[in-house]
C-alpha cells in the first residue's frame, strides 16, 4: 500500500513559479510516478513521469522546458518545479505512483496508476 502526500498548490501571477511535493509512504516501493492535472470541465491531463531508478523523465509537451521533476530518495518525494506559468496551467495537480514498473507507452495513461493523491489546486491569475 502507497500513501501519497501533496502539498505546494497555490495563487499565482503568470510568469511566476511554484513547486508541488509529493511524500510517499508505505511498503510499497512506488516505482513509477507521475503528475496529473485536471482543469474545470476537461479530462485528467498527463504532466510528467518518471521511474525511481532510472534517469529519464518523460514530459508532456505543453510543459516541456517550463516543468522539472526532481526528487529526494532519502526523503521518498519527488517534486515538481512549474517556472512561467501561464492561465492554461490551472488546474487541480495529483501525484500518482505505481509499485511496479510499466512499459514507456504507458506512462502517460491515467489508468495505469493505482495510487494517487488528494490533489492540490494551482491557480495562474493576475
Known amino acids: 500500500q502507497v500513501q501519497l502526500v501533496e502539498s505546494g498548490g497555490g495563487l499565482v501571477q503568470p510568469g511566476n513559479s511554484l513547486r508541488l511535493s509529493c511524500a510517499a509512504s508505505?511498503?510499497?516501493?512506488?516505482?513509477?510516478r507521475a503528475w496529473f492535472r485536471q482543469a474545470p470541465g476537461k479530462e485528467r491531463e498527463f504532466v510528467a513521469a518518471?521511474?525511481?531508478?532510472?534517469?529519464?523523465?518523460t514530459y508532456a509537451g505543453s510543459v516541456r522546458g517550463r516543468f522539472t521533476v526532481s526528487l529526494d530518495r532519502a526523503k521518498n518525494t519527488h517534486y515538481l518545479q512549474m517556472n512561467n506559468l501561464k492561465p492554461e496551467d490551472s488546474a487541480v495537480y495529483y501525484c500518482?505512483?505505481?509499485?511496479?514498473?510499466?512499459?514507456?507507452?504507458?506512462?502517460?495513461?491515467?489508468?495505469?496508476?493505482?495510487?494517487w493523491g488528494q490533489g492540490t489546486q494551482v491557480t495562474v491569475s493576475s
Open positions: 500518482a505512483a505505481l509499485s511496479s514498473r510499466i512499459i514507456s507507452s504507458q506512462l502517460a495513461e491515467v489508468r495505469a496508476y493505482a495510487f
Open positions: 508505505g511498503t510499497s516501493s512506488a516505482y513509477t
Open positions: 518518471f521511474r525511481w531508478s532510472a534517469s529519464d523523465t
